[in-house]
Structure formats: structure tokens, C-alpha cells
């Protein structure tokens, strides 16, 4: 079974991972014009938020 775990970067998006590799980048700030995925509007749009993980385990 894979390993899939959620890592909320700190000031940055929510990472998607799934057995260590990063599948997907979905948008934290909602400034993103390609959401639900991150375009890096973050950085210009001054978000700020803690870093946070979740693994999910069966």
C-alpha cells in the first residue's frame, strides 16, 4: 500500500506526496488562477501560514 502524506509548506502551498515523490501542488492562498493547483501567486500575494503534515496510514 502506498505511503500518501499532505505537506503544508510553510508559506507555500499543500504538496501531494505519495511514496516520498510530490504528485501534485494544490493552492493554500487562493490567489492561484490554475486552481485548485498552486501558480506561485503566493509569493506575490505576501501569504503567510506554518508549516503543518499529515500522513495517512492504513
Known amino acids: ?5 499532505i505537506l503544508a509548506n510553510e508559506n ?3 504538496l501531494v ?6 504528485v501534485a ?3 493554500r492562498c487562493g490567489h492561484s488562477s490554475k ?5 506561485g501567486a503566493h509569493h506575490q500575494a505576501g501569504f ?3 508549516k503543518a503534515e ?5
Open 48 to 50: 503567510r501560514a506554518v
Open 12 to 14: 507555500g502551498p499543500n
Open 17 to 22: 506526496m505519495v511514496d516520498g515523490k510530490v
Open 25 to 27: 501542488a494544490l493552492c
Open 35 to 39: 486552481k485548485p493547483f498552486c501558480d
Open 54 to 58: 499529515v500522513t495517512i496510514i492504513e
Open 1 to 5: 500500500m502506498p505511503k500518501v502524506a
